[in-house]
């Protein structure tokens, strides 16, 4: 091998280069060749690569590298989700367990006590959401003061989260002569002001124009009514026999798709933030291993799973965000494989298909639609559609307007046609809300 296709060439110390060798790693992404020799000196950085590229060790290695070489440096990687900071802490640990690295992981959803305990180990590399991270400097159980190098990750995503305040605070909490690396697949205007800001001359390495779609993924475009998306949706699983992520816009939708999609009679499990993190682990660990085919996720999922092979992502939905259409087919085609996108729109979101066009700089093939199995009584898995409650007899399901049942009159109590007041939700307004009023 010549420098240029193996670790060797990148001024990796000789402990790490036999860590990666015991990995199978051999030879590097171009994020992490371009990055690590700048990285190692000591350099700010803002990398923009695709996800799936190999961002973790294109910063882990060479904050793993300075701070063996300088005890006294601490490291912070801050992340946006919960997901993502367990996947980047159990890369780096199996790199830097070896060589004396202690990490600790300050996410929400876990015990405030367990994570006190890791702290207590002088841990060397701290990872943590944001929110977590505030919450801790304020209990004063973690000092960012002798961060000598501070890794903002998916910075993009963090502040499309609204992350913004939390960033400046911990920001603020941190030396101002450090290391900062910035990662992100796409480079917002927010970026550049957080560049500008925080960071010193940083080099900037581009393997992708910000927002180019993963090149060895395919690409499909359904137009679609809603409410023939749960056909299309029962069609494309009967095609596709392997590992299906499906996207979807709302927490309630994933939960109908997945209770649909196992009625079908596939292995299907959702993951959102109502789950709780040891449901979001179970299913992600479920799907890594083969005991779900099919998981169904909102977009805080689209830079939080790392699985391998998935040979199809689904967007049920089209996202809110052109940019989230990168991360969420960035999820399939991952470290040179290859894989499959299918999007599922409907005929008034055009303007959508077209912003996503714009932003990947190419066209998204358009399928016809194939010959759909008939409507199955009660089907009901369209999140977009008004929603539907039990009749009172207990078959099937209704409309927007049910037959009258108790607590939900549309009549007074003397037949006269006039208003009703309960404490659920208004029936003739579906999400709506009525005042109680006392007689």
Do not use: C
């Not at 992404?29 to 020799?37: C, F, G, L, M, R």
């Not at 927010?190 to 001359?201: D, G, L, S, V």
């Not at 299309?232 to 109908?256: D, H, N, P």
């Amino acid at each position: 091998m010549t420098k240029e296709t193996d670790f060797n060439g990148l001024g990796i110390a000789p402990a790490i280069l036999d860590s990666l060798k015991r990995l199978n790693f051999s030879v590097p992404t171009p994020i992490q060749a371009q990055s690590i020799p700048i990285a190692i000196e000591g350099k700010d950085l803002i990398g923009v690569a695709q996800t799936g590229t190999g961002k973790t060790l294109a910063f882990g290695i060479p904050m793993i590298q300075n701070i063996l070489k300088n005890p006294h440096r601490k490291g912070l990687i801050v992340l946006p989700t919960r997901e993502l900071a367990i996947q980047v802490e159990e890369a780096l640990r199996k790199i830097g367990a070896s060589l004396g690295i202690k990490t600790a992981v300050l996410i929400g959803g876990e015990g405030m006590w367990s994570q006190m305990r890791a702290l207590s180990y002088k841990p060397q590399i701290i990872l943590g959401t944001p929110g977590r991270i505030i919450d801790h400097l304020e209990r004063k159980t973690v000092s960012l003061k002798e961060t000598g190098i501070l890794v903002l990750d998916e910075a993009d995503r963090m502040l499309d989260m609204g992350f913004a305040p939390q960033l400046k605070r911990i920001m603020e909490n941190v030396p101002k002569q450090r290391q900062t690396m910035l990662f992100s697949a796409t480079m917002p205007q927010e970026i550049i002001r957080i560049a500008k800001q925080y960071m010193e001359i940083p080099v900037q390495v581009e393997i992708a124009r910000s927002g180019t779609a993963a090149k060895d993924v395919t690409h499909e475009l359904f137009f679609v009514s809603q409410g023939d998306k749960p056909r299309l949706l029962e069609k494309v699983l009967q095609q596709y026999k392997g590992s299906v992520l499906i996207f979807t816009r709302t927490k309630f939708g994933a939960k109908r798709i997945a209770a649909h999609t196992r009625a079908l009679g596939h292995a299907a499990v959702e993951f959102h933030s109502n789950r709780s993190l040891s449901q979001r682990k179970e299913a992600l660990n479920g799907f890594k291993i083969g005991r779900y085919r099919v998981l169904i996720a909102t977009d805080i999922a689209a830079r939080g799973i790392d699985v391998s092979n998935i040979e199809l992502v689904l967007n049920y939905d089209l996202p809110d965000a052109a940019e989230d259409y990168v991360h969420r087919i960035g999820r399939t085609g991952r470290a040179g494989g290859t894989g499959h996108a299918i999007s599922f729109a409907r005929p008034d979101e055009r303007r959508d298909v077209y912003n996503i066009e714009r932003l990947i700089r190419a066209t998204l093939p358009v399928s016809q639609l194939p010959e759909l199995p008939p409507h199955y009584k009660g089907t009901i898995v369209s999140p977009e559609e008004p929603r539907r409650f039990p009749s009172r007899s207990g078959g099937g399901y209704q409309g927007r307007n049910p037959r009258p049942q108790s607590g939900f009159n549309r009549f007074s109590r003397n037949g006269n046609r006039g208003p009703s007041f309960s404490r659920g939700r208004s029936r003739s307004r579906p999400g709506g809300f009525q005042r109680r009023t006392s007689r």
